[in-house]
T-cell receptor, first 114, second 113 residues
Framework: DQQVKQNSPSLSVQEGRISILNCDYTNSMFDYFLWYKKYPAEGPTFLISISSIKDKNEDGRFTVFLNKSAKHLSLHIVPSQPGDSAVYFCAASGVGGSQGNLIFGKGTKLSVKP | KAGVTQTPRYLIKTRGQQVTLSCSPISGHRSVSWYQQTPGQGLQFLFEYFSETQRNKGNFPGRFSGRQFSNSRSEMNVSTLELGDSALYLC????????????FGSGTQLSVL
């Protein structure tokens, strides 16, 4: 049973526009959420995170929104750039708080077209 | 500061063989986690080690095992390889595994023929 779901395997947007990547989770005990970006042949790199006590966290062009009642989070990238083209993984901290055990979604491949 | 180093980068094995993968964490990081990435399943947690002790374990068969040394370097071993074990194996380190972001290595691409 998948606890973290990214229902869109791929997303294509035009350079300069907004990219919105979505993620749903089922376990209400998750209390920390992260987004990672992965380029081919490289390991994932941390992008942005949000604690369950917040509903928004912003870092430059990247903003993550958390809706606890809907068990939904989203990553907004504004404006999108061709270098943002990568696979984006949503992750949640496992029950018990150990972040060594992250539950990942299957990823969304973002393509930003010039 | 050097990043997480995984060796080897690529590996080809045949069914029934065993394999050992190595991971050197970022200096000062004591937590090392291992993940399996396949196209159909995304990243799946294998296990986490902290101070030479396995703290968490994912839902993988006993053929998958690991260990951590006193210098925090970690190895994972897969015995009796199956075709379905073909995947990218990623190692990630963090300071103490709690409330910290993981830093991933580039992975070991394992192909089982």
């Amino acid at each position: 049973d998948q606890q973290v779901k990214q229902n869109s395997p791929s997303l294509s947007v035009q350079e300069g526009r907004i990219s919105i990547l979505n993620c749903d989770y089922t376990n209400s005990m998750f209390d920390y959420f992260l987004w990672y970006k992965k380029y081919p042949a490289e390991g994932p790199t941390f992008l942005i995170s949000i604690s369950s006590i917040k509903d928004k966290n912003e870092d430059g062009r990247f903003t993550v929104f958390l809706n606890k009642s809907a068990k939904h989070l989203s990553l907004h990238i504004v404006p999108s750039q061709p270098g943002d083209s990568a696979v984006y993984f949503c992750a949640a901290s496992g029950v018990g708080g150990s972040q060594g055990n992250l539950i990942f979604g299957k990823g969304t491949k973002l393509s930003v077209k010039p | 500061k050097a990043g997480v180093t995984q060796t080897p980068r690529y590996l080809i094995k045949t069914r029934g063989q065993q394999v050992t993968l190595s991971c050197s964490p970022i200096s000062g990081h004591r937590s090392v986690s291992w993940y399996q990435q396949t196209p159909g399943q995304g990243l799946q947690f294998l296990f986490e080690y902290f101070s030479e002790t396995q703290r968490n374990k994912g839902n993988f068969p006993g053929r998958f095992s690991g260990r951590q040394f006193s210098n925090s370097r970690s190895e994972m071993n897969v015995s009796t390889l199956e075709l379905g074990d073909s995947a990218l194996y990623l190692c990630a380190s963090s300071l103490d595994g709690t409330g910290e972001k993981l830093f991933f290595g580039s992975g070991t691409q394992l192909s089982v023929l």
